[in-house]
């Protein structure tokens, strides 16, 4: 499947900092233990309705992830998912009277295009479920040569009691469990099943939906097997960062984690599982179930400055819940104007410590809100004339074209100006 151009990423001078994020599993900030090439896996969308601002979040703090990895000296490996064959989007497509597959599509080329006008670093793989399916199907298969898959009718399921860790991820007592996975897509009152919170591997063919031949009979997968068994192709080996929203810790990380674990009889699938914080509007995390959203699209359609929308964005911790206001955006350009002013100036203070700010704060668990507080005083310092001309390395005429590139770089913002 085709991702979407990536924007040009400057080299910095000097070394960037070794990233530290905060992992889920051990529930502290530690580093991230990566060798020469970093991999990623983030989980993506299911292509049923626009990108909302709690995607846009969500892929924003990859994008900083990896800009922080890259700029410490690692190549980067990054995968993204499509879920283009569910539930949630088979039943929108016969809501609206369209074939799943052209629903699938159209969703896919906007989010694609929010993407680019948000200059997201695009995956080097970019897969859909149903390109998947072979792959998918023999990892299913060696879950049931391994014992840890079992029939319920023509269903396929997994054990979770063939995973000794499973738990290890969400670290969440069995009520919690059992909750959630009612409300995420499980089905713990099924008839049948050894665990009530064993998880589907291979639902089989229904009237009037998709399937795909296997040796357990026409179907389709499961939700969680997808993610295991796409990152075990384009990734291999141990995955550094695992990536999504805090509602996919548990089960759907939790459960990616403990399929490709036993497949491989090894551990661990991922280093670190790293969560983005929900995105509330109107006092609600944005949900397409609720349908209190704010979409990128539209924000688009009506010219918002993609600098600025970015800017909105990054004022928050990845790991804080915050709500979205139309303030936000405004504030947004406020300060891409200052910024923009700032660097356009013919000379101003030295710079050579703001680049050294930035990267420490992002460096330090992502901390986007920090890295615009350290720019924002540069620019203040640069708007009011101090320190102009100095002599320093990176200081004068050099200053405001290094202060461009660092933001561009490590911020993803452009600060050239937007041009009709």
Known sequence: ??????????????????????????????????????????????????????????????????????????????????????????????????????????????????MTMLRILAPDAYVGVVEAIPMIVDMVAELVDR?????????????????????????LDRAEMLTLCAERGGDPGRAGKKDPLDPLLWRAERPGEPSWPSPFGPGRPGWHIECSAIARHHLGGVVDIQGGGTDLTFPHHECSAAHAEVAAAARPFARSYVHTAMVSLDGHKMSKSRGNLEFVSRLRRVGADPGALRLALLDHRHTDDWEWTAPLLTAGERRIDRWRAAVALPAGPDATPLLAAVRERLADDLDAPGALAAVDSWVGAALAGSGAGTGVAGAGGEAPALVSRLVDTLLGVDLEPVRP
């Not at 949630?88 to 896919?108: H, S, T, V």
């Not at 840890?148 to 979770?160: E, I, K, L, T």
């Open 1 to 114: 499947m085709q991702a979407w151009p990536s924007p040009p990423v400057r080299p910095l001078p000097g070394p960037g900092r070794p990233l530290r994020v905060f992992d889920t599993a051990v529930a502290g900030v530690r580093p991230v233990g990566a060798g020469a090439t970093a991999h990623l896996y983030v989980c993506g969308i299911t292509p049923y309705d626009a990108t909302h601002l709690g995607h846009a979040f969500t892929y924003l703090t990859y994008d900083l992830a990896q800009r922080v990895l890259r700029d410490a000296g690692h190549d980067v490996r990054y995968v993204q998912n499509v879920t283009d064959v569910d539930d949630p989007l088979l039943e929108r497509a016969e809501r609206d009277g369209l074939d799943w597959r052209d629903l699938a599509a159209r969703e896919i080329a906007l989010f694609r295009e929010d």
């Open 147 to 171: 014992g840890a898959a079992y029939p319920v009718d023509n269903d396929v399921y997994f054990s979770v009691a063939a995973a000794p860790a499973f738990g290890e991820v969400s670290h």
